[in-house]
């Protein structure tokens, strides 16, 4: 006999879940639909988004084919003008570190073939640069003006750029009785004259930057040159600025500068900024720039810095550009167009770079 007479068996539970094997059933069939229902969207939203990238035209800059041949500047209308006044107007660049010394002459060497009008100014920072230094990039006739150097107001600015804040002084050279200036960096080239700036009526142009990663073409300016009307007022009016006005630290004065004049830069054609980058993005561009090419912008290799942005000796630039341009091998013939001026510039000032490399 069983001891338990009243004894109803328990229902049987599924994979040790509680609840009946039809609920359970129902669960996992809701479940599987709900992960089928989510696939099938990401399907269909990875579809359109292929679709919508393969249908939508690339911008005009990316899908470059050179169909205007006129020239950016009308000589006609530029010769009403006249010459530029070299007392009024100059081309300023800037030396922050030893290293750029010989690219800063033979930025020098280049402007001098390009035949400008302007004076020439090179702004540094005396606690930092040496007398040698200072001497081999004033041989081809920079006037060195010694800058007080402004820190950063921010941290997190990029190691490279940590005391570009002090290009800022610009704005200071209404003082020296200057109405006008084009600024270049240090890492760029003259191909042909570009006097043409010094009578623009704005008070502030540059050229949008170029990226070539995804960011591309921007609406954002490089700093690398710029026109500009000096104004102490302004330089003080900056000063105050530069540490209450929200903008990425990491690119120093640039981004400071693009928030600045976010809404007032006159931006320039990519002639006077000719950014590496461009040949990179867009080969096409590139090649269709060589003609009206003004200043050609060694941002994306540098041939007369080695390491970190480390000096070269004079004696082994010619061995360091042929590195680099082994390196960066896109970029070969740009490369050995900057040392080809740098062996120009040193066949013209050799005897004083000689002097300057005695000095300490």
Known sequence: MFRYKDYVPLPMWSDGEHGSSHRTKNGHEKRRKVVQGVVALSVLANLYFIYAFVMTWPNALDNYQGLNHQPIVNTAALSANGPVNTHDHAVVTGLYTDAFATAVATLGHTLNVANSSASRLLLY????????????ATVSGWEPVPVERIAPPYSGVHRHFLDQYSKLHLWTLDQRGLSG??????????RRNFDELFHLPYTFAAVPDVYATSQGYTTAFNAGVMFLRPDSAVFADMVRKIATARYPAE??????????FSAE??????AYNANLAIKKRTPALWAGMQDEMRIMHYTMAKPFLQGDYDEVPMDKLAKNAEKVARKK?????EIMEWLDAWEETRRTYGPKLAKCNTLT
């Not at 920072?125 to 081999?136: E, G, N, Q, T, Y």
């Not at 200036?181 to 003259?190: E, G, I, S, W």
């Not at 690119?251 to 600045?260: D, I, M, P, R, V």
């Not at 830069?265 to 990519?270: G, M």
């Open 251 to 260: 690119q120093a004065e640039q981004a400071f500068l693009n928030h600045y």
């Open 265 to 270: 830069v006159l931006r320039l054609p990519y």
């Open 329 to 333: 091998s896109a970029y070969k013939g």
């Open 125 to 136: 920072l005396p606690d930092k640069i040496s007398r040698r230094a200072l001497c081999i």
């Open 181 to 190: 200036v084009v600024y270049v960096d240090a890492d760029t080239l003259v």
